[in-house]
């Protein structure tokens, strides 16, 4: 029989709905404890208020920055009067109807600060709906039928005093400022660090304001000559060549720059740069319908009697495309302070993160900072509609989760502390008898015989076999495919288990290791970055031995107390599952899906499967097939069909729930039936977020873990009071962060057929936190969810410095596919 679920939220009318949580006062286990976190109580003064709800269009089509001030002349005009909150694109919400009825058309004009003149816009406002605030109250007390167009309407109003203060810039759901001159970070490549907040309305058991610390890189002003100079080293070369051009992109394309010809003020003009094109030199157009082409140097000689002093230089493209618009990149600047869209680089991000990462009490301090600077309690037109923040954080109900016992071999067991505990010998050890050395960092190449003072030393220590020499060494190797293949190939050959090589700190010399090896040889390597290598010392050894067992088929520990969630007792897999997607600017390249799985009882042991999927799409495509696959791996290395289903899935958010159950357990459901027509196992599916704003503080000294950051401890759990009203959602900080404020995770269970109680499912996620192969640390999230996250980043890896064709992906995809032979001799190669 078929069993295809339809599925629908919390006291929906169709056959299978998310289930409700069992204990409508949160779970049991653990110690009970409070903490503070960043969500502030919103209250009403009147909870029946009726919002009335306009659509707005503005013609012609406007940049957002203008549709503000655009509403606002049109209400100075027209409703003077009147207490509104406004998106600052299509919805604006009024306590009051508004005095023109039902619609209303107006003309009014804004001056342009880009084009340095007034232009005219047509405003036309109809009345949508009325909105009760009354479904928010009964929301929370039900559970069903979530208000969504009443909650916006509450965080449009709620975040009207932030987007008229004219020192923030508005970026999605957070707001920044120009930082204090005195406390500049620099992020490199013109990048300046912003400070900021994030604000967004919650509702859980009652309404919230979810307030955060937020920070964003913004662009420094200055002239694009500076730019080249920055990017040349210092020096100005007579012209640029492709790797500079390919600099100047990152650096200006897709932003504003202010261009303006030397003592010609009224050149002034800001434009958007849509690409960069050839020289002042190369350059040719008509100047005028019917004229004789000329290039951009000669027509600003002649015709803006401005002679242009780097010639060689590009120009940019800017304006419509249409028009190809060109203007020689020395009369540019770029403009500060705009908002960019661009991924960082790694320097960037690694200067953001450091800058970034405080602890609870600085986040704290921050924090309430920004509530004083957004100032709700001074606000009229909150005032207006009778709504009131809290300026103090919820305290909440918490729980600690008692630890697990790990094990290891003869029987030992160690008890976690504060999320960390010591390796001893591996439950099952690799012997490793052959393995090369290949060095890929030319300059001051590290030495290899560093692996050989520290490898067989610690290998020894956890069980494992480690030769003191290589078998084979390749010294000072060129990075082009045709030479990597041949080294590896050799390797190979010759019998080699796993193939160190030296790579440098930064750069694409990884993707291309992974890549030779792994696609196109199938034999096994570990990358050092140079700056291990030349750090080299038990600690450091200890943590690759940690990778390297797990990537030999080896088991390095297991948890004593998995079995307690009474489920995890019987043949059970578990799966891990993510989409990842490429950055708003990465446009040429596709998004990647993998799916994890486990296959041992102890639930160490993953595979992994992967694809390549449009950018646009969340669902995983192709789940069906790889559930099939995974379950026919674990039936094979286990002589039986699991008879419970766990998955993972991360990287859903809210507003995809239905869409993303409703496709993928019907896959899983289908891949059990392909298998065997009867078989269909009970299945339980939770959501990993983690791309949230909740941070817990401890309410006292005591309460903290001790460290220099103040931390909740690890196992600290809350699943009441700012979570769902009745699904079972709960927030848990299972790891303890070595940097900054612990950010917890959250989990949903949307679809649970083994019943599991309450305590069982927050139990077995914290449990599952302790089985990452990587480090003997609990970690953020399950095992599984962190693999599916390797196994993604591995596909991007794949496809590195590769042409994809978006309009074939399925045929890329037997592009990129690592050699048999080698993943069913390394299922777990992507450690």
Not at 58 to 76: F, G, L, Q, S
Not at 748 to 765: G, Q, V
Request: net charge positive; with cysteine.
């Amino acid at each position: 029989m078929s069993v295809v679920p339809t599925v629908t939220g919390s006291g929906g009318k169709g056959l299978y709905q998310i289930p409700r949580r069992q204990n409508k006062t949160g779970g049991t286990l653990g110690q009970r404890i409070q903490v503070d976190t960043n969500h502030f109580a919103i209250s009403f003064k009147n909870p029946d208020l009726v919002i009335f709800h306009y659509d707005v269009a503005i013609d012609p089509d406007t940049p957002v920055r203008y549709m503000r001030p655009v509403i606002a002349e049109t209400a100075k005009k027209h409703f003077p009067r009147a207490a509104f909150g406004y998106d600052g694109k299509k919805n604006l919400f009024s306590k009051g109807a508004l005095p023109f009825g039902v619609a209303m058309t107006a003309t009014v004009t804004i001056y342009d600060v880009e084009r340095m003149k007034d232009k005219e816009y047509k405003v036309e406002i109809k009345k949508a709906q009325e909105i009760n605030f009354a479904s928010i109250v009964k929301y929370m007390n039900t559970g069903v039928d979530q208000p969504q167009i009443a909650i916006q309407a509450l965080d449009v109003i709620l975040r009207e005093p932030s987007c008229v203060n004219p020192e923030f810039v508005r970026v999605g759901r957070s707001y920044f400022s120009k930082p204090d001159p005195r406390r500049l970070v620099d992020l490199g490549d013109g990048l300046h660090l912003w400070p900021g907040f994030y604000q967004s309305s919650r509702i859980g058991w009652r309404p919230f304001l979810n307030v955060d610390v937020a920070h964003k890189g913004f662009p420094v002003q200055m002239h694009v000559i500076d730019i080249i100079k920055d990017i040349c080293r210092g020096q100005l070369p007579p012209e640029l060549n492709d790797y500079d051009k390919v600099s100047l992109k990152t650096r200006v394309g897709n932003l504003k720059v202010i261009y303006e010809i030397p003592n010609q003020p009224n050149s002034r003009k800001i434009y958007k740069v849509n690409k960069i094109v050839g020289s002042a030199l190369q350059e040719r157009f008509k100047p005028e319908q019917g004229s004789a082409e000329i290039t951009i140097a000669d027509y600003f000689s002649r015709s803006k009697n401005y002679r242009l002093q780097f010639p060689k230089y590009p120009c940019f493209q800017v304006g419509s495309v249409a028009n190809n618009s060109r203007i020689p990149c020395e009369l540019c600047t770029l403009q500060g302070g705009q908002v960019v869209n661009k991924k960082m680089n790694e320097t960037q991000t690694a200067a953001m993160v450091k800058a970034a990462a405080t602890g609870t009490d600085i986040r704290r301090q921050k924090v309430m900072d920004a509530m004083r600077k957004i100032n709700f309690g001074n606000c009229a037109l909150l005032k207006d509609f009778g709504i009131g923040v809290s300026d103090q954080m919820e305290r909440v109900n918490a729980r600690i989760l008692p630890p697990p016992t790990v094990g290891y071999d003869n029987n030992r067991t160690i008890l976690v502390q504060k999320g960390v505990w010591r390796a001893d010998k591996f439950i099952k050890p690799a012997k490793i008898t052959s393995w090369a050395y290949v060095n890929m960092v030319h300059g001051r190449p590290p030495n290899w015989r560093s692996l050989c003072d520290n490898f067989p030393g610690g290998a020894n220590s956890v069980g494992m076999e480690f030769p003191k020499n290589p078998s084979m060494v390749f010294e000072d190797q060129r990075e082009n495919n045709r030479n990597l293949h041949n080294v590896f190939a050799q390797c190979k050959q010759k019998g080699v288990q796993v193939v160190f090589v030296a790579v440098p700190n930064s750069g694409d010399v990884y993707s291309k290791v992974k890549q030779v090896a792994e696609l196109e040889v199938g034999v096994l390597t570990q990358c050092l970055r140079e700056k291990t290598l030349f750090k080299m010392n038990p600690a450091t050894t200890g943590n690759i031995l940690l990778k390297l067992n797990a990537k030999l088929n080896g088991i390095n520990h297991y948890v004593k107390d998995l079995k307690k969630p009474r489920i995890l007792g019987k043949p059970t897999i578990i799966f891990g599952a993510d989409v990842t997607h490429p950055s708003p600017d990465e446009t040429s390249i596709p998004s990647v899906a993998a799916v994890t799985s486990s296959y041992d009882p102890a639930a160490f042991k993953y595979n992994m499967m992967w694809n390549l999927q449009d950018p646009r799409v969340e669902i995983i495509e192709g789940l069906q097939t790889f559930v099939e696959t995974q379950l026919k791996f674990f039936i094979n290395a286990n002589k039986r069909k699991p008879e419970h289903i766990i998955f993972y899935r991360d990287g859903v958010s809210e507003g995809q729930f239905q869409q993303v159950m409703g496709a993928e357990l019907t896959a899983i459901k289908r891949a059990c039936q392909a298998i065997e027509s009867n078989y269909n196992p009970p299945v339980t599916f939770l959501v990993v977020q983690k791309r949230h704003h909740t941070r817990f503080f401890p309410s006292s000294p005591a309460e903290g873990d001790g460290s220099r950051n103040n931390n909740v401890r690890p196992g600290t759990i809350v699943d009441t009071t700012i979570t769902h009203p009745t699904d079972l959602d709960f927030y848990l900080v299972s790891h303890a962060s070595i940097q900054g404020t612990a950010r917890p995770t959250k989990y949903y269970r949307l679809w649970d057929e083994a019943k599991l109680t309450d305590d069982e499912t927050e139990e077995m996620t914290y449990y599952l936190c302790h089985l990452f192969s990587r480090c003997t640390r609990s970690v953020s999230y399950p095992a599984p969810t962190y693999y599916a996250h390797l196994a993604a980043f591995r596909g991007r890896v794949y496809i590195k410095n590769r042409h994809i064709n978006l309009d074939n992906l399925p045929r890329e995809n037997n592009t990129v596919v690592a050699k048999p032979d080698f993943l069913q001799a390394n299922p777990m190669y992507f450690v």
